[in-house]
């Protein structure tokens, strides 16, 4: 597969048998209900998720386009659409953050998740279980947040960050686990480089990228950059 620096391609994927035979997961995001949504290829995805028949399904982020109550409101229904087929892991995007309420978390931290906490609860990095499986949500949308912040004023709001905290959180999650269960991690911003954008989700992505690797994930789902693809961290982490 291609290196971390070359962006998504092919990958190679450690012990296929286990990964891609024992489980069947749905990976969807940046569903963006609101005014770019388009409405006929929601209902396509609702009708095809139930007749793939996963056996888990994780939702990346960016449920919304502006945070809005009528965009949860839908999104919240196609959830409980998912969570009538399988087991449902979600966790928010840069999207779903109302930053404005706390820019730099002057306010702290919950204002901006008041919103979304509403219509999907308060745990904004649920843990998923099968036997055999770990599906970790990792929490990357922090708003307006020092820790997501580069030099390119486009970034602002849009990049996110992962802290060591929350790297470590994960690591001690996984490491309670089987060592023979598959352990994945489900984040919103991208990983590697988007073939689209030409841009890293995070800031500081090498560190982030090797904290994810070391924290024992086999496999990370993420969303942001609107492209669907493969890849694989330098130490191998699809």
Aim: glycine share 10%; charged share 20%.
């Amino acid at each position: 597969g291609r290196g971390a620096g070359q962006g998504r391609g092919h990958a190679d994927l450690p012990d296929q048998g286990l990964l891609v035979s024992e489980y069947t997961l749905v990976h969807l995001s940046d569903l963006h209900f609101g005014r770019p949504v388009d409405l006929a290829q929601i209902r396509a995805v609702e009708r095809l998720v139930p007749a793939l028949a996963p056996d888990a399904v994780v939702l990346s982020g960016d449920t919304s386009q502006r945070s809005r109550h009528g965009e949860y409101q839908r999104g919240l229904a196609f959830l409980e659409r998912m969570q009538d087929t399988a087991p449902t892991l979600l966790v928010p995007g840069n999207h779903d953050v109302e930053w404005w309420k706390s820019p730099f978390h002057l306010l702290g931290r919950r204002a901006i998740y008041a919103k979304y906490r509403k219509y999907f609860g308060e745990d904004l990095t649920p843990v998923l279980r099968l036997p055999g499986l770990a599906v970790a949500g990792a929490l990357s949308a922090h708003g307006l947040a020092f820790g997501s912040m580069t030099w390119n004023q486009r970034d602002l709001t849009v990049k996110g960050h992962i802290p060591t905290s929350e790297t470590d959180r994960v690591a001690k999650l996984f490491a309670a686990e089987p060592p023979e269960a598959v352990k994945v991690v489900v984040m919103h911003h991208n990983v590697l480089r988007g073939e689209i954008s030409r841009r890293m989700g995070l800031a500081r992505w090498r560190a982030a990228q090797a904290a994810l690797a070391a924290s024992g994930a086999d496999l990370i789902l993420c969303g942001h950059d609107h492209q669907e693809g493969a890849g694989q961290l330098p130490r191998g982490t699809v």
